[in-house]
């Protein structure tokens, strides 16, 4: 696709691992010119962090998924000669971003102060784990330990089960979608002002922006969080009744917020058990117990079929082999091959944006470090 929303625009990406990264591809794909600054031969560290020890051409598989359509440019920041070209680089940039630990940038000179000098109109992003200030402004600031400092993994499993992650590093992620938006924010305030901005965001707010819909109520609510329900299965400690996963005769279905009313008449039981609306939570375990039971009897195809002819909310529940070859998923062109420097293909997801009503698709693989040194000194330094 041509004429992306973002083309033109210069992005110079000092980050690493996963957030900062993350939001450095979402801008790739929608055509700006990222442009990441490693340090020569080992490159930045997200090259090293592999999930399932996978490599590919030296970097993990993972750093190729984050960092696709995205170019290198190798400096030593401690070398005079390399961060003079850096901050020429900076010069003619639009925007910033980096996930360096409070005090580093500043060390480097390549501070919000320092750098507005170079280019006032900068958008100058960044990402900690905790703020830039604060008792915890030096923890590590890294998806499960913000997970777990956060309450987050309190939320999900069974009342005998402790603390459970998520299986995504979804902190990340989130805060990734989070200086995203502010980028993009700023962009359009510089459009109106012709000044730059400072983005902020940190792992840590993004856990608590995550959690919004539960902290309000818990707030609101004397400050107690519920118990979990003791089935298994069963969706966060707020939910009631029949929301969660159930197991079937041949599988499992999910069923969504729903009036058990309806579903206790699809399921033969007496629906005047269930009137009362204040039972579906603190009979929630009676209620979650009772269902099961009687799940179990069919398999997940009938109970689907049966309960959304009677508008209920459901869904079967798949693994990634069934979703993947689903008639659904096929539909949605998510996935896209990239063709490697070594003349390798991986499969990978595309950009989730459609504009204009077309699909954004970008074949362009993750660089190698310093691939496009001579490329950007031609366009930028010379």
């Known amino acids: 696709m041509e004429n992306r929303p973002l083309e033109g625009l210069l992005v110079l990406e000092f980050s690493q691992f996963m957030a900062g990264p993350t939001a450095g591809l979402r801008l790739a794909d929608l055509g700006a010119r990222v442009i ?47 961060l003079e070209s850096i901050k020429r680089l900076i010069a003619k940039a639009d925007v910033i971003t980096h996930n360096f630990r409070p005090g580093v940038m500043e060390k480097i000179g390549l ?13 100058y992003a960044s990402v900690t784990g905790y703020g830039e200030e604060g008792p915890w402004a030096r923890k590590p600031g890294q998806d499960l330990l913000v997970q777990s400092m956060s309450g987050l993994t309190w939320l999900s499993g069974s ?58 109520t818990y707030f609101n609510d004397g400050g107690k969080l519920p118990t979990r329900a003791s089935v298994r299965g069963s969706g966060h400690s707020y939910l009631s009744a029949p929301y969660g996963m159930y197991e079937t005769k041949d599988g499992f279905i999910a069923l969504a917020m729903g009036d058990l009313v309806k579903i206790a008449t699809c399921l033969g039981l007496d629906p005047k058990d269930y009137q009362n609306r204040n039972t579906w939570f603190t009979n929630r375990d009676q209620i979650l117990g009772t269902l099961s039971q009687i799940l179990r009897n069919q398999t997940t195809n009938i109970w ?63 660089p190698y470090v310093g691939q496009d040194n001579e490329q950007v000194r031609k366009d930028y330094l010379s």
């Not at 020890?53 to 190798?74: C, D, G, M, P, W």
């Not at 079967?316 to 008639?327: A, G, H, I, M």
Request: glycine letters at 8%; proline letters at 2%; hydrophobic letters at 35%.
């Open 304 to 366: 689907v079929n049966q309960l959304r002819n009677e508008g209920i909310w459901c869904s079967e529940v798949s693994d990634y082999e069934t979703f993947l070859n689903s008639e659904g998923f096929q539909e949605s062109g998510m996935l896209q091959r990239v063709k490697l420097v070594s003349g390798e293909e991986l499969q990978t997801t595309r950009s989730v944006y459609l504009i204009d009503g077309k699909r954004l698709y970008a074949g362009k693989p993750a």
């Open 159 to 216: 009342k005998q089960d402790g603390p459970i992650p998520f299986g995504l590093a979804v902190i990340d992620m989130y805060c990734a979608t989070h200086l995203t938006q502010g980028i993009l924010a700023a962009l359009l305030k510089r459009s109106k002002t012709k000044k730059g901005a400072l983005v902020q965001v940190s792992l840590l707010d993004s856990a608590v922006d995550m959690q919004f819909e539960v902290l309000t």
């Open 111 to 123: 501070d919000y102060s320092s750098v507005k000098m170079l280019n006032d109109q900068i958008i």
């Open 36 to 82: 990441k600054i490693e340090r020569p031969g080992a490159g930045e560290g997200g090259r090293q962090i592999a999930i399932k020890n996978i490599f590919v051409n030296q970097s993990s598989l993972v750093f190729h998924t984050i960092n696709r359509n995205k170019e290198s440019y190798a400096a030593d920041l401690k070398n005079e000669e390399d």
